[in-house]
């Protein structure tokens, strides 16, 4: 499966992640279940689109969103690195919480989004920068960031290893990590792409292992996406053991409840939230690596 970068940014600039009903769609459901449409780009849009990211993952946050696994407190005033900022929602969260802030995407789009959110919440004054990079050839020099994340991006990338040298590369001997990826190992992927889609609806016979993971992940109800690719736990620990004193790979289970009521309609609320939570945490999406660079 031969993939273009470009063809990835492109369908990235004309589908991005908005947190929309349908991918890079406008019109959003609110709490009381209204229907709210949003103009890309506007204060509004972003504002809809951060109340979905936050809703689907609330088990990560304390008092801070993502306070979880985000160290805020220790990287104030200090040099963060997010790869692949999308509509920039993270990014503002850091620069919120007194990170200076660069924030990088392949899709031009994605960096002018970032660039106006940063406008209309008053964020232009801190350092920040946002500008179109390829994780796969980051233009900064080596050791120039305090802390790197990703959130849902890498996966993306056909060459994954080369975007996590670079990462490495970028980051100050000691300064610290996080990336999420998509686990191959997991319910949804499981059941609802490999069985699911694989064999009880034969698609398999026509799609390889990737093009299958291409096609349900992201934008699956439109043909898919480009190019995605999960991970393993220990396809993770792989990737980043040579460039990390310290490694955690952590499942996050956050879209259990949603996968286990496609998988038992009307039975997955009844299941109790001790098993839930342990299915969570061997069976969860999303993979999140962190760590200490060596």
Known sequence: MAIDKRAIADYWARKPQTYAIEHGGRIFINADNSVVTAEPGSREFFEHADKVLLAWNHPLHDQNPFGRIFPYERYRGKQVLEVGCGQGGMAQMWAERGAIVTAVDL????????????????????????????????TFAEASFDYVYSWGVLHHSPDLDRSVAELARVLKRGGRFGVMLYNRHSLLYGYQIAYLEGIVHGERKFLSPLQLASRYTDGDREEGNPYTWPVTAREARQLFTPYASRLDVQTLGTDIQAVLGHIMPGLAKHIPRSIAKALARRWGWSLWISGERS
Request: net charge negative.
């Open 107 to 138: 899709n031009l789009d994605a960096v002018e989004k970032t660039r106006r959110r940063f406008e209309l919440f008053d964020l232009t004054s801190g350092g920040h920068t946002i500008e179109q990079q390829d994780a796969n050839a980051l």
